[in-house]
């Protein structure tokens, strides 16, 4: 199997700003529009598209300052529905909650409770909860939308946080547990 190109696999500090600037829009003009949030949250987080789909308002601790990412939402193609199941490892992990996550969350809840889409996932809307393939083409299309030549997806976010912490200083067995994977 060929390896993609560096380019192609991380978002690069340009891009980053892009998709950030063209979500904090998105907030403006749609505030409803949950898959936005969802992303934002995966940029700071890396979080997989399921695990966001997954994520409930039971598992954030405000107060501690820390999420439990313990689910992971899934699709059976055979009977064309989705279910939850354990993340990829079949491991929860603590996540800390910076200020900028709490800010977001406090956003989202806000806006949920506006619109009347507050459920037990924090990613809802009235029809009820946003799935991880809605998350998936909402980062596709905000690439479409900044105009980047290779759109990227929600696994590039992942690999960006990585190496983002990892150039931090932060050691290859904290991000691997950060972010539910093995150090390798």
Same mark, same amino acid.
């Given at each position: 199997k060929e390896s993609k190109p560096i380019?192609?696999?991380?978002? *690069? @500090?340009? +891009?980053?700003?892009? &998709?950030? @600037?063209?979500?904090? &829009?998105?907030?403006? +003009?749609?505030?409803?529009?949950?898959?936005?949030?969802?992303?934002?949250?995966?940029v700071y987080t890396g979080m997989r598209s399921g695990e966001l789909a %997954? &994520?409930?308002? %039971? @598992?954030?601790? /405000?107060?501690?300052?820390y999420m439990v990412i313990s689910m992971s939402e899934?699709?059976?193609?055979?009977?064309?529905?989705?279910? /939850? !199941? !354990? #993340?990829? #490892? %079949?491991? !929860?992990?603590?996540?800390?909650? #910076? *200020?900028?996550?709490?800010?977001?969350?406090?956003k989202?809840?806000? =806006?949920?409770?506006e619109y009347g889409s507050y459920q037990d996932y924090v990613f809802s809307t009235t029809s009820g909860q946003v799935h991880g393939k809605t998350i998936?083409?909402?980062?596709? *299309?905000?690439?479409?939308q900044i105009g980047m030549e290779q759109t990227k997806g929600i696994h590039a976010i992942r690999r960006t946080v990585n190496s983002r912490m990892r150039c931090a200083g932060v050691s290859s $067995? =904290? $991000? $691997?547990?950060l972010l539910g994977h093995t150090e390798e």
């Open positions: 380019e192609r696999r991380v978002l *690069n @500090n340009a +891009e980053i700003d892009m &998709l950030m @600037n063209r979500i904090k &829009l998105d907030h403006e +003009e749609k505030p409803w529009y949950m898959p936005s949030y969802a992303v934002e949250l995966s %997954g &994520l409930k308002w %039971g @598992n954030i601790f /405000m107060d501690e300052k899934k699709y059976d193609r055979i009977k064309k529905e989705y279910y /939850m !199941s !354990s #993340t990829k #490892t %079949g491991k !929860s992990r603590r996540f800390p909650i #910076t *200020n900028e996550i709490m800010s977001l969350f406090y989202i809840k806000d =806006v949920q409770k998936s083409d909402c980062m596709r *299309n905000k690439c479409i $067995a =904290v $991000a $691997a547990s």
